[in-house]
């Protein structure tokens, strides 16, 4: 509006106007086109400073959530709102994927419509009892997940990679062989996606020797406390040779207190070191619901 003001009453005085007022008339146009243009520019900056949580990462899921009818909507919910957001959930039908081909009715109604989203990576549970296990039991549970989808003619009942539940912390040449062996092996079956996805979860920082052997490595699941006292932030950078990219870590019982910007300084705080993250205010059976601030903490992940 002001722009077209300014026009007119250049053109008003026509070629009579003096050298001066053309000056003056093209200060005019110039300070009315700064004036368009900064407010827009500080309020970008503003806003882009306001909102700068860091790197984005992904949600971790651990869904030891028997799927009854209902039970997985407030997933469901947040994975359809939020479709920039990625998901990794780890479902765990019996300690693994159970001991029939197929899970039972209420996981094979409720795997598929989780599968479906773009923005969801499922992957199948298996525990290795610190490389001790059989590992011919192993691959036997794995070789279960990669046949479901051919097993239930439903390509959407599927993983797509494997959570390798208590991993050794401590370096053993044995145990890098096992789990080198069970890498190889999941990611060479047909029946895990294009390219298996594999997480391992010692629970703390293991010896660093083991973290090429997975895609992601659990390096913290405790509690919000333990996260503030080991100074949050500085955590990870102790392990030698990894990145943010290989690193997950798991945040349970935080206080109910601990909500509104003090949640997304701890979200900022944990992004900063991991690339998958899961945050909890329950603090006993974490993994078998949702905690209060459940919706809140996804949509930080977000931001
Ligand atoms: C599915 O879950 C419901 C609720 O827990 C249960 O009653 C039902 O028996 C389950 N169905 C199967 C096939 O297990
Ligand atoms: C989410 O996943 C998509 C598809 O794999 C990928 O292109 C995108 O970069 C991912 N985003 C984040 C924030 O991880
Ligand atoms: C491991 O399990 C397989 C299959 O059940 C069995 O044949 C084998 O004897 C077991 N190995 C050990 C060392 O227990
Ligand atoms: C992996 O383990 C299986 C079962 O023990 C064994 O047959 C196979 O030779 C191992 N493969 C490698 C590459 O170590
Ligand atoms: C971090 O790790 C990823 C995956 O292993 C690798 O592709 C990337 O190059 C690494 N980045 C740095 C800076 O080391």
């Given at each position: 509006m002001s722009t077209s003001s300014t026009e007119k009453h250049v053109s008003s005085r026509?070629?009579?106007?003096?050298r001066r007022s053309r000056i003056i008339a093209g200060l005019v146009v110039f300070v009315v086109i700064l004036a368009a243009v900064i407010p827009p520019v500080v309020v970008t900056t503003l806003r882009k400073k306001h909102n700068s949580m860091g790197p984005k990462s992904k949600v971790f899921v651990?869904?030891?959530?028997?799927?009854?009818?209902?039970?997985?909507s407030p997933l469901e919910d947040v994975v359809s709102s939020h479709p920039d957001v990625n998901f990794t959930v780890v479902i765990n039908p019996?300690?693994?994927?159970?001991?029939?081909?197929l899970p039972d009715a209420n996981y094979t109604r409720e795997i598929p419509k989780l599968a479906s989203h773009a923005n969801v990576r499922l992957l199948g549970y298996v525990h290795t009892t610190y490389a001790q296990r059989n590992i011919s039991l192993l691959r036997k549970d794995i070789e279960t997940y990669a046949a479901w989808p051919k097993v239930s003619s439903?390509?959407?009942?599927?993983?797509?990679g494997i959570f390798f539940d208590e991993t050794p912390q401590q370096y053993s040449d044995n145990a890098v062989a096992y789990l080198q062996n069970l890498t190889d092996f999941t990611r060479g079956?047909?029946?895990?996606?294009?390219d298996p996805f594999i997480v391992h979860n010692p629970g703390a920082i293991p010896d660093?020797?083991?973290?090429?052997?997975?895609?992601?490595?659990?390096v913290f699941e405790e509690t919000y406390n333990t996260f503030q006292t080991r100074n949050g932030a500085n955590?990870?950078?102790?392990?030698?040779?990894?990145?943010?990219?290989q690193l997950c870590a798991v945040i349970h019982s935080?206080?109910?207190?601990?909500?509104?910007s003090k949640l997304r300084s701890l979200v900022k705080e944990a992004r900063k070191v991991a690339d998958e993250l899961f945050i909890t205010h329950?603090?006993?059976?974490?993994?078998?619901s949702f905690g209060s601030q459940w919706s809140e903490f996804v949509d930080l992940m977000d931001k």
């Open positions: 026509g070629c009579l106007k003096s651990p869904l030891y959530v028997y799927p009854a009818p209902g039970a997985w019996g300690n693994g994927p159970g001991p029939d081909s439903n390509p959407d009942l599927a993983v797509r079956l047909n029946g895990l996606g294009s660093s020797r083991y973290l090429p052997s997975a895609d992601s490595t659990v955590l990870f950078t102790a392990i030698p040779n990894s990145n943010r990219s935080v206080p109910n207190s601990v909500e509104g329950l603090s006993t059976d974490y993994y078998a």
